[in-house]
Nanobody
């Protein structure tokens, strides 16, 4: 089970931090990450990080967003800086590993003045 928190309304140029907590039995070998879905668009990768520390960012967020994780706490974070209206979306946490592909319910991020 994955539970996201930290969404909300922010002005353009502002910052927000998202958190995702995983519960239950999880293989130590896994990838956790963030996806987003804007109105009328398909869900897309924002950033993901595997247990070895390997990171993959979408080009549109590189340099503005930072993903991190705490393996002991089974948590993944997304620090979002310099937000713009195009970042408005529901942000979903995802964890995948051997035989597991779990999604959170999402948290809404709205960037607007």
């Amino acid at each position: 089970r994955l539970v996201e928190s930290g969404g909300g309304l922010v002005q353009p140029g502002g910052s927000l931090s998202l958190s995702c907590a995983a519960s239950g039995s999880i293989s130590s070998i896994n990838t956790m990450g963030w996806y987003r879905q804007a109105p009328g668009k398909e869900r897309e990768l924002v950033a993901e990080m595997n247990n070895y520390g390997g990171i993959n960012y979408a080009g549109s967020v590189k340099g503005r967003f930072t993903i991190s994780r705490d393996n002991a706490k089974k948590m993944v974070y997304l620090q979002m800086n310099n937000l713009n209206p195009e970042d408005t979306a529901v942000y979903y946490c995802r964890l995948y590993s051997f035989g597991i592909n779990a999604w959170g319910k999402g948290t809404l991020v709205t960037v607007s003045s």
